[in-house]
């Protein structure tokens, strides 16, 4: 029998996502989030968009949007000059597509949850960007994310604990599972596996594990059907499994993080 922590939840409520940023839950699935002509049309606007993703590639996957990870640069300005035209960027093909994930998922959240939710701000910057598309022909090492590990000169850097959110658009025919592991990233485990416990704001922005690092704990995998969203805490290391595509096929995915803020308040960014 599996664990409590390998349970899955199949209702988005306050309770679920606080069991969620406990880590008393590998993950919540809300089927049918968005429906399969919904995500073929924003595929489809996907495949023959004519954006430059000046702001866009990462590897081993692009993405439209601005990544904070990725666009973060000297000073503030670098990041928050990406924002609006990664936006604009996202417009064109939720408007083709004739719905929009973030929107939907903000909709969701305000319901449940009893605190704030919205898109995080930054005080004399304005808003994050939120709500990339990724496309994977390859997988992800295990790794984590939390971004007060990486910085504190943002609003972000503020959040005590980290969900991410991914609607999947497309899944390979054979592929495309993501594993999580029941081992939490925390000050403690920070200082096991060797890494600084002081938050601090680098250009250096590793956040891979080794698999000797999830020895001995318990995994929860699932491969999810189109128009499914799938949650989950962002401290567990996860990974991601693609490979033996065939010739056009791709896991494509709409999502964020959610950060909570010490005012319980909940924010998104990318």
């Given at each position: 029998?599996?664990?409590?922590?390998?349970?899955?939840?199949?209702?988005?409520?306050?309770?679920?996502?606080?069991?969620?940023?406990?880590?008393?839950?590998?993950?919540?699935?809300?089927?049918?989030?968005?429906?399969?002509?919904?995500?073929?049309?924003?595929?489809?606007?996907?495949?023959?968009?004519?954006?430059?993703?000046?702001?866009?590639?990462?590897?081993?996957?692009?993405?439209?949007?601005?990544?904070?990870?990725?666009?973060?640069?000297?000073?503030?300005?670098?990041?928050?000059?990406?924002?609006?035209?990664?936006?604009?960027?996202?417009?064109?093909?939720?408007?083709?597509?004739?719905?929009?994930?973030?929107?939907?998922?903000?909709?969701?959240?305000s319901a449940v949850w009893p605190?704030?939710?919205?898109?995080?701000?930054?005080?004399?910057?304005?808003?994050?960007?939120?709500?990339?598309?990724?496309?994977?022909?390859?997988?992800?090492?295990?790794?984590?994310?939390?971004?007060?590990?990486?910085?504190?000169?943002?609003?972000?850097?503020?959040?005590?604990?980290?969900?991410?959110?991914n609607l999947y658009l497309e899944?390979?025919?054979?592929?495309?599972?993501?594993?999580?592991?029941?081992?939490?990233?925390?000050?403690?485990?920070?200082?096991?596996?060797?890494?600084?416990?002081?938050?601090?704001?680098?250009?250096?922005?590793?956040?891979?594990?080794?698999?000797?690092?999830?020895?001995?704990?318990?995994?929860?995998?699932?491969?999810?059907?189109?128009?499914?969203?799938?949650?989950?805490?962002?401290?567990?290391?996860?990974?991601?499994?693609?490979?033996?595509?065939?010739?056009?096929?791709?896991?494509?995915?709409?999502?964020?993080?959610?950060?909570?803020?010490?005012?319980?308040?909940?924010?998104?960014?990318?």
């Amino acid at each position: 029998m599996p664990t409590t922590w390998q349970q899955a939840a199949h209702t988005l409520s306050a309770s679920t996502l606080q069991e969620l940023i406990d880590s008393r839950l590998a993950a919540v699935h809300i089927r049918q989030f968005a429906t399969t002509a919904e995500c073929q049309r924003l595929c489809q606007a996907l495949r023959h968009a004519a954006i430059d993703r000046r702001a866009a590639t990462t590897s081993p996957m692009t993405l439209i949007g601005s990544n904070f990870s990725n666009c973060r640069g000297p000073s503030k300005d670098d990041y928050f000059a990406t924002v609006e035209p990664a936006y604009r960027d996202l417009q064109m093909l939720t408007e083709a597509a004739g719905f929009d994930p973030l929107q939907r998922l903000l909709a969701r959240l305000s319901a449940v949850w009893p605190a704030a939710v919205g898109i995080a701000a930054e005080p004399g910057y304005g808003r994050y960007f939120a709500g990339g598309i990724k496309t994977r022909v390859q997988g992800s090492p295990l790794h984590f994310d939390y971004v007060p590990r990486f910085t504190t000169a943002y609003r972000i850097g503020q959040i005590n604990a980290q969900l991410s959110w991914n609607l999947y658009l497309e899944m390979p025919q054979n592929t495309g599972s993501t594993t999580i592991y029941d081992a939490p990233i925390n000050a403690d485990s920070l200082m096991t596996y060797g890494l600084n416990t002081d938050p601090k704001d680098s250009a250096v922005w590793d956040n891979r594990l080794t698999p000797e690092q999830v020895d001995g704990a318990a995994a929860y995998t699932f491969r999810p059907e189109v128009g499914e969203l799938v949650l989950f805490n962002t401290c567990n290391p996860h990974t991601v499994s693609v490979d033996q595509l065939t010739p056009g096929e791709w896991r494509a995915q709409a999502g964020s993080f959610i950060g909570r803020l010490a005012d319980d308040s909940l924010v998104l960014w990318s």
